[in-house]
């Protein structure tokens, strides 16, 4: 069993920064891929930023030189640093992770989602 606990979102201005990070705990061997997906209400789930063990990223166009992704291995946690704001960014973050257990399984492993709102 693995859980992922994400944490930092909240309210902000347009314009403001948050920082969203994502623990991961349980049963793990080894994590490969994190990432940040989002959805806004009525919209489909997509794809924020990704990061791999090694280190390589993946960002959605609209987040490109706003959004950071990084991650520290050894305790198993994935950032989010989120630069200049829109109201367009307001959604239900949620943290991803491939992991696999200590059981040799492979499993693809959600969080709670944590709320950011960019609003006047």
């Known amino acids: 069993q693995v859980q992922l606990v994400e944490s930092g979102g909240g309210l902000v201005q347009p314009g403001g920064s948050l920082r969203l990070s994502c623990a991961a705990s349980?049963?793990?061997?080894?994590?490969?891929?994190m990432g940040w997906y989002r959805q806004a209400p009525g919209n489909q789930r997509e794809l924020v930023a990704s990061i791999t063990r090694a280190g390589s990223t993946k960002y959605a166009d609209s987040v490109k030189g706003r959004f950071t992704i990084s991650r520290d291995n050894a305790k198993n946690t994935v950032y989010l640093q989120m630069n200049s704001l829109k109201p367009e960014d307001t959604a239900l973050y949620y943290c991803?992770?491939?992991?696999?257990?200590?059981?040799?399984?492979?499993?693809?492993?959600w969080g709670q989602g944590t709320q950011v709102t960019v609003s006047s």
């Open positions: 349980g049963s793990i061997f080894s994590i490969n891929s």
């Open positions: 991803n992770a491939g992991v696999q257990a200590m059981s040799g399984a492979m499993l693809t492993s």
